[in-house]
């Protein structure tokens, strides 16, 4: 990281920076080619999200909330109360979901199938700006809708407060990875099927 930081000051290191960089040094186990790959990653995908004006993760989220919205309005209404209670869809869109998965191996499934969707832009010129995000935006609304019961169950803000900030593993080991991820392809195919 701090090779990194030396020679992309902008955006230079910013906090989650490193949940991107261990799963791929992990599946190298080689600091030079985690390096490399790390630095592909951030060019090609996500240094706009780090970057101090927050323009991009931002566009991000309004993206989600319109889509979101669109596909599961009675869910979005349980869960939005005020702008700013929306900051639990910036750490996922910023961690490409990384933090919501309780077993490893589910989350480098999830990271793999991600990052493979960023590199395959939709053909459409509009949709182009959007497609980095789309896939990770379909994870995030598959993963509401798979605690659809949980969280339309919550009686007030502070128990939807309490669901989408603890950081109990427990609370993420009933989710199928395999359901949120195929829930997710679809909506990402119908989206694209949609936009021709």
């Known amino acids: 990281m701090m090779t990194y930081s030396v020679y992309h000051p902008s955006p230079g290191y910013s906090q989650g920076m490193t949940d991107m960089l261990t799963p791929i040094f992990y599946v190298l186990m080689n600091e030079c080619l985690s390096y490399f790959a790390f630095c592909s990653l951030m060019t090609r995908y996500m240094s706009s999200l780090f970057d101090r004006d927050q323009t991009e993760i931002y566009r991000r989220i309004r993206l989600f909330t319109s889509i979101?919205?669109?596909?599961?309005?009675?869910?979005?209404?349980?869960?939005?109360?005020?702008?700013?209670?929306?900051?639990?869809?910036?750490?996922?869109?910023?961690?490409?979901?990384?933090?919501?998965f309780s077993q490893f191996d589910h989350v480098l499934r999830v990271l793999e199938l991600v990052w493979i969707h960023t590199m395959s832009p939709l053909a459409d010129s509009q949709a182009k700006s959007n497609a980095?995000?789309?896939?990770?935006?379909?994870?995030?609304?598959?993963?509401?809708?798979?605690?659809?019961?949980?969280?339309?169950?919550?009686?007030?803000?502070?128990?939807?407060?309490?669901?989408?900030?603890?950081?109990?593993?427990?609370?993420?080991?009933?989710?199928?990875?395999?359901?949120?991820?195929?829930?997710?392809?679809?909506?990402?195919?119908?989206?694209?099927?949609?936009?021709?």
Request: glycine letters at 0%.
């Open 132 to 196: 980095r995000s789309l896939f990770t935006i379909f994870v995030c609304i598959s993963i509401l809708q798979e605690d659809r019961r949980i969280i339309l169950s919550c009686s007030n803000e502070e128990d939807l407060h309490k669901y989408f900030f603890s950081s109990s593993s427990s609370s993420r080991s009933h989710r199928s990875t395999k359901r949120i991820l195929q829930r997710a392809q679809l909506y990402y195919s119908n989206y694209k099927a949609s936009q021709k």
């Open 68 to 100: 979101f919205r669109s596909i599961d309005n009675e869910l979005w209404n349980k869960i939005h109360f005020h702008e700013e209670d929306n900051f639990y869809i910036y750490r996922w869109l910023l961690l490409d979901c990384k933090r919501e």
